[in-house]
Nanobody, 130 residues
Framework: QVQLVESGGGSVQAGGSLRLSCTFSGYTYRRGCMAWFRQAPGKEREGVVSSYTATFYTGLRSTDYADSVKGRFTISLDKAKNTVNLQMNSLKPEDTAMYYC??????????????????WGQGTQVTVSS
């Protein structure tokens, strides 16, 4: 059974940076998708970035970023540490949300299809002040 645990959230001023990490265990999918979602109060959960991976890959492929974070956020995979990282730069107040790591044993990866992701972390809060 896949388990995901996020860390790295916090409070930062606009223009600052944060690095979120998602440590996964029990990942037995030969191929699948890893993604980050976020949900602000009163809003629907939205996809931030999705990416395809496989046991025979050293990294991520076919990465898709939401338009709102392109050029500012970067996803990466550290296989040795079983961790997916989300580097967030030039943060804006509108990035404030609970951020969730998600995994799917299916593909192709769909950035905005919440239902395809069967495993979720507990979330980590990101707050950006102006």
């Amino acid at each position: 059974q896949v388990q995901l645990v996020e860390s790295g959230g916090g409070s930062v001023q606009a223009g600052g940076s944060l690095r979120l990490s998602c440590t996964f265990s029990g990942y037995t999918y030969r191929r699948g998708c890893m993604a980050w979602f976020r949900q602000a109060p009163g809003k629907e959960r939205e996809g931030v970035v999705s990416s395809y991976t496989a046991t025979f890959y050293t990294g991520l492929r076919s990465t898709d970023y939401a338009d709102s974070v392109k050029g500012r956020f970067t996803i990466s995979l550290d296989k040795a540490k079983n961790t997916v990282n989300l580097q967030m730069n030039s943060l804006k107040p509108e990035d404030t949300a609970m951020y969730y790591c998600a995994a799917a044993g299916d593909w192709p990866c769909q950035l905005n299809d919440v239902t395809m992701y069967t495993t979720w972390g507990q979330g980590t809060q990101v707050t950006v002040s102006s």
